[in-house]
T-cell receptor, first 114, second 116 residues
Framework: DGGITQSPKYLFRKEGQNVTLSCEQN?????MYWYRQDPGQGLRLIYY???????QKGDIAEGYSVSREKKESFPLTVTSAQKNPTAFYLC?????????????FGPGTRLTVL | AQKVTQAQTEISVVEKEDVTLDCVYE???????LFWYKQPPSGELVFLIR??????QNEISGRYSWNFQKSTSSFNFTITASQVVDSAVYFC?????????????FGKGTLLTVNP
């Protein structure tokens, strides 16, 4: 089955630690995205990548880093510089036939800082 | 700047009632796309519909229907004969064809609870 997988589903981090969230897709999509969702809020874009080895900052990139070494994978690292990392993180992907392609989402990772 | 407003924070209905979720958007662009996503308690966002700014035809898919009116900048979503499985947070979103990023602008969502 084609789709987007994210792991882990739940993640707990101690303050001062970096953690990496995994996102893999087998839809052969070119573009991938990371969003953050806080309670009662819509989603906010952290980073996006149009092609391998290229990525761009979104609205709230501070304290986060990404890599795109393979088309299928777009891991997100939440660094210790992120002041309030507790949130629900959603990865998405889309075909790159244009900027307005429909974005399809993974199941999400819930990160809690202890 | 783009903005999506979902004024209804929470809606509660009894099963089999019809319910309409409102979405009002702001954009300066003439070409844009509107989306609705469903987020059940599991958390995953499920794509429901995409509509471009040049297509104002209403759409019906089973119990779901969408009413797009450019004159009022609205893209409302109606569920007919609601079911408990429709309970979820519903997000309206906008993306425009110009600009330098690929950001979907989301509303804050409407929590729909369908009671048996």
């Amino acid at each position: 089955d084609g789709g987007i997988t994210q792991s882990p589903k739940y993640l707990f981090r101690k303050e001062g630690q970096n953690v990496t969230l995994s996102c893999e897709q087998n839809l052969n999509h070119d573009a991938m995205y990371w969003y953050r969702q806080d309670p009662g809020q819509g989603l906010r874009l952290i980073y996006y990548s149009q092609i391998v080895n290229d990525f761009q900052k979104g609205d709230i990139a501070e304290g986060y880093s990404v890599s795109r070494e393979k088309k299928e994978s777009f891991p997100l690292t939440v660094t210790s510089a992120q002041k309030n990392p507790t949130a629900f993180y959603l990865c998405a992907s889309s075909h790159f036939s244009g900027r307005t392609d429909t974005q399809y989402f993974g199941p999400g990772t819930r990160l809690t800082v202890l | 700047a783009q903005k999506v407003t979902q004024a209804q924070t929470e809606i509660s209905v009894v099963e089999k009632e019809d319910v309409t979720l409102d979405c009002v958007y702001e954009t300066r662009d003439t070409t844009y796309y509107l989306f609705w996503y469903k987020q059940p308690p599991s958390g995953e966002l499920v794509f429901l519909i995409r509509r471009n700014s040049f297509d104002e035809q209403n759409e019906i898919s089973g119990r779901y229907s969408w009413n797009f009116q450019k004159s009022t900048s609205s893209f409302n979503f109606t569920i007919t004969a609601s079911q408990v499985v429709d309970s979820a947070v519903y997000f309206c979103a906008l993306i425009h064809s110009g600009g330098s990023n690929y950001k979907l602008t989301f509303g804050k969502g409407t929590l729909l609870t369908v009671n048996p």
